[in-house]
C-alpha cells in the first residue's frame, strides 16, 4: 500500500500567486481530510470530504483557499491568491468510515511544505 | 464540542526510563481517543486507538494507553524509553455521535536522552 500521497514536498511561492496542493488518497477509503500545520496555530483541520463530497469546511481560512474532490482518489487545495502567512505544512489524511459508530483512524500523507514570500 | 488538552508542552526522559505523556479530552458523548507520533518532516503515524472494551490499549513500538472514563483521561504510556521514541506526540478525540472529525490536542514532544 503507497500510502497517502502528496505533492509536491515543497513549494515555494511569491505573494499573490496560485498555489495548488495535491492529494491521492489511500485506496477504499471515502474520508479525506486537510490541515496546515503551523508552530504558532498547531495542528488545524480545513476541511474534510465524505465519499467526495464536502462536509465541513469551517476551517478553511479565507476564500482565498477552496478545495475540490472531483472523484474518489484525488483532492486539491488551492490558494489565490497566496500570502506570506499561508506559509505552513499542508497535511492530506484519508480514513475508511463516514462516521457513526465507527472508530476509523486518519491516515497521513507526508505533507507540503508551503513558502510564500 | 469535543476539545483535547496535552498539558505538557515537553517531556524529558532518560533512556531505559518508563514515559508518560499525558491527555485528557471533553466530549458531549462516548469518545474514540487516538494517539498519532510525528517525526521531523513527516506526517503524523497512527499509533493506537481506544473505541470500547479493554480500558488498556496497546499499540505500536511497544506504546500503550490507558483509558479513564472518570478522570476523563488516555495517557500514553510505554515501561522502557528508546532514544528513537524522541518525537511529537498528538492526542486526539473523535465524539462518536459527531461526524468524522478528529480534534487534536496542541502536541507534546518527548525528549529521550541517553
Known amino acids: 500500500d503507497a500510502g497517502v500521497i502528496q505533492s509536491p514536498r515543497h513549494e515555494v511561492t511569491e505573494m499573490g500567486q496560485e498555489v495548488t496542493l495535491r492529494c491521492k488518497p489511500i485506496?477504499?477509503?471515502?474520508?479525506l481530510f486537510w490541515y496546515r500545520q503551523t508552530m504558532m496555530r498547531g495542528l488545524e483541520l480545513l476541511i474534510y470530504?465524505?465519499?467526495?463530497?464536502?462536509?465541513?469546511d469551517s476551517g478553511m481560512p479565507e476564500d482565498r483557499f477552496s478545495a475540490k474532490m472531483p472523484n474518489a482518489s484525488f483532492s486539491t487545495l488551492k490558494i489565490q491568491p497566496s500570502e506570506p502567512r499561508d506559509s505552513a505544512v499542508y497535511f492530506c489524511?484519508?480514513?475508511?468510515?463516514?462516521?457513526?459508530?465507527?472508530?476509523?483512524?486518519?491516515?497521513f500523507g507526508p505533507g507540503t511544505r508551503l513558502t510564500v514570500t | 464540542a469535543q476539545s483535547v488538552a496535552q498539558p505538557e508542552d515537553q517531556v524529558n526522559v532518560a533512556e531505559g526510563n518508563p514515559l508518560t505523556v499525558k491527555c485528557t479530552y471533553s466530549?458531549?458523548?462516548?469518545?474514540?481517543l487516538f494517539w498519532y507520533v510525528q517525526y521531523p518532516n513527516r506526517g503524523l503515524q497512527f499509533l493506537l486507538k481506544?473505541?470500547?472494551?479493554?480500558?488498556l490499549v496497546k499499540g505500536s513500538y511497544g506504546f500503550e494507553a490507558e483509558f479513564n472514563k472518570s478522570q476523563t483521561s488516555f495517557h500514553l504510556k510505554k515501561p522502557s524509553a528508546l532514544v528513537s521514541d524522541s518525537a511529537l506526540y498528538f492526542c486526539?478525540?473523535?465524539?462518536?455521535?459527531?461526524?468524522?472529525?478528529?480534534?487534536f490536542g496542541g502536541g507534546t514532544r518527548l525528549m529521550v536522552k541517553p
Open positions: 486526539a478525540v473523535r465524539d462518536m455521535d459527531a461526524g468524522n472529525m478528529l480534534t
Open positions: 489524511a484519508s480514513s475508511l468510515g463516514t462516521g457513526g459508530a465507527m472508530g476509523y483512524e486518519q491516515y
Open positions: 466530549v458531549s458523548g462516548n469518545p474514540y
Open positions: 481506544y473505541i470500547t472494551g479493554d480500558n
Open positions: 485506496s477504499g477509503h471515502n474520508s
Open positions: 470530504f465524505n465519499n467526495n463530497v464536502p462536509i465541513d
